[in-house]
C-alpha cells in the first residue's frame, strides 16, 4: 500500500498529523488513518475554546458504523474548527492534509512537538506495519 | 486511531459470558459492554452474549435523536439506549447480542474492515453449525434510519437478506464490536418507532426490512435460544481458535 506523508508535517504513532504556525497547529489524521478508517461518515468536532491535551482524545470520527477516537498531538486550546466537515465528512478520505483538517489548536506548550515523529520516522513507522 | 504488529485478532484465552436468561434493561445492558471494553485494553478479552428482556431500541453513538419517535416508542413499552458503537437504530428483542470486548490490533491489521471480518469467522462458523450458510455481506447500502434497512460489509448475509448487523467503538485501547442476529421477528419494526419525512417513506423503509432481511426462523432453524447461543459460541471458539478458559458473569 502507498501511504502518503508530507515532509514538511509531524506526526503521532496514532497517526494523527500537525502543520506548524507559529504558536498555532494544524491536525487531522495522516493518509493511513483514513485508509485504515474507510470512508468517514461523521465527525464529531470539538468545540472552539475546548482545552485539549496531548495524547488525550479530543475528537470522534465514524466510519463503517465504527466510531474511533482521535488524539491530541499537542495540548492548548481548540481556536477553530473545520466546519465544513460537518456536511462533508468524507474530506478526511479524499484529502487528509488537506480540507480534511480537523482543527487549529493554539499550542500551550510548543516544546511537546519535540515528542513527534519527523516525516521520515512516521513513513518507517508505517512501513513497518 | 491506534498503531503498532499482527492479526486482527487476539487468539487464545478469551472470557465467556452466556446471559441469555438474565433479566438487564437496555441501559444496563450497554453498561455492561462497555466495561467489558475497557477491562479488554490492558486484560483478556471477552465475548458476551445475551437477549434484552423486553423489546428496546438502540441507537447508534452519533444518531441524531430527532430520529425517534418517542410517542411510539413509549406506547409500545420500548425503552431507547444509545450504543457506544456507531451505526443506526436497531430494534432488540427478537434478536441474540453478541459483544466482543478485545484489545485494539496492531500493524496493518488495525482497520475498521480487518477487525469485522475477522470476528466475523465467529458467527458465520456458528451458523453454519445451525445450517444457515451466512457470508459477510460484500457491498453498501446507503445508511438509513434503520440498521437492518441496508447491507454493508461489516454485516452478515444469507443470499441478499441481512441476518447480523454489527457496529463497532475503538476506544482506549480496545475494541468493542455489536452484532446482532435476528432470531425472530417481532409484530412491530424500526419503521414504527423512527420518524420519517413522510408515511411513504415509512413505508418504503417497511418494505426495506421486511425483504431486506431474514431471521433464523424464517430460515427453518427451530432451536431454543440455549441451543442457538450454544451454536455461536462454539463457533466463536473453532473459527477464531479461543480457549474459553473462564466463564464469567458480568458485573451489574
Known sequence: ?129 | MSGGDGAAGVSGPWRLAVELDRPRCAQEQMRADLALADEAAGGPATLRIYRWQSPALSIGRFQPEDDIDVAACAARGVDVVRRPTGGRALLHGGDLTYAVGMPQPRGRAATVDAVYRWIAGGPVEGLGLLGVPARVASFRGDPRGACFASLRGSDLRVGGRKVCGSAQVWRAGAVLQHGSLLVDRLDFSEADLLRYASEQARAEERRRLEEGTVTLRELGVDASWDVIGGAIVEGFRSALNLDFTSRVATPG
Open chain 1, 1 to 129: 500500500m502507498s501511504t502518503s506523508v508530507p515532509d514538511e508535517l509531524r506526526y503521532t504513532k496514532e497517526h494523527e498529523w500537525v502543520r506548524v504556525e507559529g504558536s498555532r497547529a494544524t491536525v487531522g489524521i495522516t493518509d493511513y488513518a483514513q485508509d485504515a478508517l474507510g470512508d468517514i461518515v461523521y465527525v464529531d468536532l470539538p468545540p472552539v475554546g475546548t482545552a485539549v491535551k496531548a495524547t488525550e482524545s479530543f475528537c470522534e470520527v465514524e466510519s463503517t458504523k465504527s466510531v474511533s477516537d482521535v488524539y491530541a498531538p499537542v495540548s492548548g486550546r481548540v481556536d477553530e474548527v473545520n466546519t465544513e466537515l460537518a456536511d462533508a465528512p468524507e474530506r478526511i478520505n479524499d484529502s487528509p492534509y488537506g480540507d480534511g483538517w480537523i482543527c487549529v489548536v493554539e499550542m500551550s506548550d510548543p516544546g511537546e512537538l519535540d515528542a513527534l515523529l519527523d516525516a521520515a520516522s512516521y513513513r518507517t513507522l508505517v512501513e513497518e506495519q
